[in-house]
């Protein structure tokens, strides 16, 4: 997993509330269990016409898209199944980071262990991202993790996330990498029992 520690970059608006993990990543790319090419398919039946040709007004194939890292979204981001696919999707596509008003439990969870940082903001910042963005298509935003802090043009605001999430995502690495980075106080344990 890639550490995360600081990011500044543009944003994509998608500001559609309840977007649901089948929208994210529909359920006929659920059958690999790879990561490799997930971000091909993110949001696939809305970037692609039933032919697969890409719709040119969807706003992942509009050229400022490109190299975007964070993704401006509607309330409740990721609601649905319970799907890890979706977060593999959206950093498959080169996002770190998801801003809405609310996430899905598991999505949220799921975002966490891979290394996607879903930032929840109260409405009123929410709403002024999304005329700052409206304002300026090539809006700049930072996300700071060790402060937990979103910088924009005129303000900031803070964040809210777990101390063992934080932990893990400062340092690049999932559950089981935290885990193993004790791996000696582990076998010195066990070589005293």
Known sequence: MAQFTALTSRVVVLPVNDIDTDQIIPARFLKATDKVGMGDNLFADWRYTGDGSPRPDFVLNQPQAAGCQILLAGDNF???????????????????????????DIFR?????????????????????????????????????ATQTLFFPGGSVSFPIGPFNKTCLLNGVDELGYILGFEQDIAAFEARR
């Open 109 to 145: 969870s799921n975002a966490l262990k891979n290394g996607l940082l879903p930032i929840i903001v109260a409405e009123p910042v929410h709403q002024r991202l999304l005329a700052l963005t409206g304002e300026n298509p090539d809006l700049e935003l930072t996300v700071d993790l």
């Open 78 to 104: 990721g609601c649905g199944s319970s799907r890890e696919h979706a977060p593999w999707a959206l950093t498959g596509f080169g996002f770190r980071a998801v801003i809405s008003t609310s996430f899905a």
